[in-house]
């Protein structure tokens, strides 16, 4: 049986559906992705499973399994020279090529975790509570402390998960905010600051993308003015932002979250633990933290400079060099990894030579914060796996189509200017324009094909010589490169998709890749391609709306899918850091991010493609944001008799109290 090249967009988008479905419903995620990374390499080779062959499939099961641990790894072969073992092969290949983030990851997670461990069996995380609950005063205080604090952290998404939400847990607790809340909180606050930040690890990436498709393009708009110009369209992280602080600052919810909080206020007032020692200094937990940010922080400027130093010179690295340049040129992973593992020798050192913890206790702390810590690592690779399985699938190429689709030209006399975009260089092609009932009725051979925009024109003059009359006629244009590789091409009928429409579409694709693949950053990578080709193509001259909102569409909605998919590593993490179940996380912030997304649409890229200015759609999205949850939201907990030393009406109380419990019932 031979499958269609890309696969239909519901058979290749299959096994992130059959993970989500099964993890929504029966809540073991661990199982749900298993079985969702199966359908993955059953779907990749569906054509072999049908006839009963499936060699290929379980070998790519392995393989998207293999690479979850270390990306790549797969593809390099192991020499056993006819004896030996698997263990015992030669590896053929360049190691040094393979890309160790994955690994960076989990050791900065397990570091960051048994620093908590440390923190927490010393007493330091309590002291810290109780210093921070006299500013807080309050569950909205708490909530508006990690708000705040979400804000700070704003280099480094994955850094931002994990340390705010281990941080403040214990305060919310204290106040009796759930840790869903938390969860939601460093979530929603994680992405959009660091991607709105202009010192962060995303910059870098982002910047790099857009210079090189400028470039394709054939514009010549420098890729950072684009950047800067670009982040007033980022209407997702902005009303993102301003919601979380509605939340926090008016204490209402609304949903599975008002649920969660309303159990969470009923919960037993936590009590410190008999053996915690009361005496220990919250400058322990505040230096510690402060180290990991700082060093984090540090190694990232140390290692981009010495980065940038290498192809310009070290003067040219640290006078001429942007800063933005040379954040991008640094490590995050690296950076990640040596600030937690300082942190966590700052924890330990402060701890024991403060006598708030004895040296021999020290293993026992680190050890009780990892032991969460590693069911959550296993569905982070099990994430990676699934998002490995869905680019076997061609999900992001079924996806894609959704936005440069192949369509229909309209033939309207002669000449008619046939035009496409070629994403890449290519040896030869064909340009071909096929009538309704399925006949090529005229083909071009291009013998070589230029990166950018491309032009032909047609006549309308048949093979047998006489002239085509009016009608519909399509498109095609096949290229291949020089090692025979196809060359994505995009085609667009004349008049027939709205230019202005584009960033509204590019965002709703962008969620939706991100949504399946669980990959923000490689959202970026598959659509930022194709949208810069569309933008410069629909807008002649500088960057405009549709450009500038195009690209700062796909960020935003894979921001958006990130939020919304229990199959994001920042989602993962999130839940991770707030120690909430991963689940319960997505159910609880999926309402507000929907929300979200949906205003940032109607009032945002939709507007904003009919040129309106983002200046103006920023404040109102936000306001619109602060307004539904003034609206639409509710206090979670009981009034109390008194509350500013007024007594409250005994009648209203009870009123209140037994909504609650109806509400519980339901």
Request: aromatic share 8%; hydrophobic share 50%.
């Amino acid at each position: 049986m031979d499958l269609p090249t890309p696969l239909p967009l519901l058979l290749a988008l299959s096994p992130a559906l059959v993970a989500i479905a099964l993890a929504l419903s029966t809540r073991k995620i661990v199982w749900s992705l298993l079985a969702g990374v199966v359908a993955g390499a059953i779907v990749a080779h569906l054509d072999q499973v049908v006839t009963g062959q499936v060699f290929d499939a379980t070998t790519t099961f392995v393989a998207v399994l293999v690479d979850a641990v270390v990306p790549g790894l797969s593809s390099f072969d192991v020499n056993l020279d006819g004896k030996g073992s698997l263990l015992f092969g030669t590896v053929e290949g360049d190691l040094s090529t393979l890309d160790t983030s994955h690994l960076v990851i989990t050791a900065f997670s397990l570091l960051v975790a048994g620093m908590v461990g440390v923190l927490g069996r010393s007493g330091a995380t309590r002291a810290l509570v109780r210093l921070v609950e006299g500013l807080a005063r309050g569950p909205r205080g708490a909530m508006v402390s990690a708000w705040i604090a979400g804000g700070l952290v704003f280099f480094d998404d994955y850094a931002n998960c994990l340390v705010v939400g281990s941080s403040m847990g214990p305060l919310f607790d204290r106040f009796r905010v759930s840790r869903a809340k938390l969860a939601y909180i460093v979530d929603s606050t994680a992405a959009p600051v660091a991607s709105l930040a202009l010192v962060s690890t995303w910059v870098g990436y982002e910047v790099g993308l857009l210079g090189d498709e400028l470039l394709k393009a054939g514009s010549d708009a420098p890729a950072f003015t684009v950047f800067l110009e670009a982040l007033p369209y980022r209407f997702y992280g902005f009303i993102t932002l301003a919601m979380v602080g509605a939340v926090a600052f008016s204490g209402k919810d609304f949903g599975p979250m008002l649920a969660a909080e309303r159990v969470a206020r009923r919960a037993t007032r936590p009590q410190a633990e008999q053996d915690e020692p009361r005496t220990t200094s919250p400058w322990v937990a505040v230096i510690t933290v402060g180290g990991l940010l700082v060093v984090t922080f540090t190694y990232l400027i140390a290692n981009g400079t010495l980065a940038v130093a290498k192809g310009r010179g070290f003067f040219e690295a640290l006078f001429g060099t942007a800063f933005f340049d040379v954040i991008g040129s640094a490590d995050p992973f690296a950076a990640m990894f040596w600030g937690s593992l300082v942190a966590l020798a700052l924890a330990v050192g402060l701890a024991v030579s403060t006598g708030a913890m004895q040296a021999r206790f020290v293993g026992i702390g680190i050890w009780r914060g990892m032991l969460p810590v590693v069911e959550a690592l296993g569905v982070l690779f099990l994430a990676w796996a699934l998002g490995n399985a869905m680019a076997r699938t061609g999900a992001a190429d079924a996806l894609s189509e959704l936005v440069a689709p192949t369509d229909t030209v309209v033939y309207e006399g002669v000449p008619l200017e046939l035009s496409w975009h070629a994403v890449d260089e290519g040896r030869r092609g064909t340009v071909e324009v096929v009538d309704v009932g399925g006949e090529v009725v005229y083909s071009e051979i291009l013998h070589q094909v230029a990166s950018g925009p491309g032009r032909t024109v047609w006549d309308g003059e048949l093979a047998d010589g006489t002239m085509a009359g009016l009608g519909n006629y399509q498109l095609r244009v096949d290229v291949v490169d020089k090692d025979g590789e196809a060359v994505k091409v995009l085609v667009r009928g004349q008049d027939r998709f709205p230019a202005w429409l584009l960033p509204a579409v590019v965002f709703l694709v962008a969620a939706g890749t991100a949504f399946a693949t669980g990959t923000s950053f490689g959202t970026m990578g598959i659509l930022i391609p194709l949208a810069v080709p569309l933008g410069v193509w629909l807008e002649a001259g500088d960057p405009g709306p549709i450009l500038l909102g195009s690209v700062a569409a796909v960020l935003a909605g894979a921001i958006l899918g990130d939020h919304a998919s229990p199959i994001s590593d920042t989602t993962v993490l999130s839940a991770l850091g707030a120690g909430v179940d991963l689940v319960t996380h997505v159910r609880t912030q999926l309402p507000y991010a929907l929300l979200a997304g949906f205003l940032s649409i109607v009032a945002g890229y939709v507007p904003a493609g009919l040129g309106v200015s983002p200046w103006i759609l920023v404040p109102i999205g936000c306001a619109l944001a602060i307004l539904a949850v003034w609206v639409f939201g509710r206090r979670p907990e009981p009034p109390s008799l008194t509350e500013g030393g007024r007594s409250k009406d005994e009648d209203l109380l009870h009123r209140e109290i037994e909504e609650v419990d109806e509400y519980e019932r339901v």
